[in-house]
């Protein structure tokens, strides 16, 4: 064959190599003066023969802090080492502290805010929305809840709420839902029984849109229903009022943002009767300014 060498010129298998014999990984006998045969006389010594002193460090000093090196520390408190849904953290979110006037040409001043701590399952939380206007409390709603996680993005609430400002203070029990809607709406939905028979259900959704790494725009629709009419608080049965709000923040940090904005709230049905009756309108457009905080 053309570039290739005769056979009979070809150089011949080293000497080591002549005397290998692979039978055995056959299954057959190996030959006489194989590479078996010269390693039967060889003592291989066992695992559990084997001093493995050494490649561990040896024994530990007698001033160690443990005998394992691991100087006390268990899995679970390992400094850094936490699991983020076991530690307990806490937060209050002013989402709402501003100055509103309306286009009858009343002031008011409105707080929206709330405050939670504990872990991620469990939580214990507290709600507060007011107004203050004309020099006394118009309205002041507040909540205490226990709310449990029931999946990644909703969780259950559970707990009371106090109404004061005008009129008489009413109580209620409290059960609702509280999570992320498809498209990150932050929803609410509550149902309240208070005393005598009253029931009541409120449903809010807000929805934060960055426009930029700092400036945000929030809208929030909330509206509030009653089964039976409280004239004293000047709520009638059916559903009570609505509140639709566009506000455009700007943040100089994630924890403090100013804002400007519009609301426009309505009273309908027999709480609009109520309001009428008394000589205030039962709708209004709101221009706010305010500041939006949290720690």
Known sequence: MHGSQPMSQRPSKPVELQHLD????????????????????????????????????????????????????????????????HTKEGMLLIDQLEYAHDNHGSNAAVLDGQFWYGEDFNKFWVKADGEYAGGKLEDLRTEALWYHATSAYWGTQLGV?????????????????????????DTEATFYVGQRGRTAARFQIEYEELITQRLTLQPKFAVNLYGKGDPQRGIGSGLSDAELGLRLRYEFHREFAPYIGAVWRQHFSRTADLFRARGEPAGDLQFVAGIHFWF
């Open 161 to 185: 709420r106090q109404d004061f400002g005008e009129g008489p203070g009413r109580t209620w029990a409290a059960f609702g839902v509280q999570g992320l809607a498809p498209y990150w709406f």
């Open 22 to 85: 692979f039978g055995n990984m056959l299954g057959t006998r190996p030959k006489p003066g194989g590479l078996a045969e010269g390693m039967q006389g060889m003592a291989i010594p066992s695992m559990q023969d084997m001093d493995m002193s050494s490649m561990q460090g040896g024994k530990a000093p007698p001033d160690a802090r443990s005998p394992d090196y691991s100087d006390g520390y268990r899995y679970t408190d390992m400094p850094g080492m936490e699991m983020s849904d």
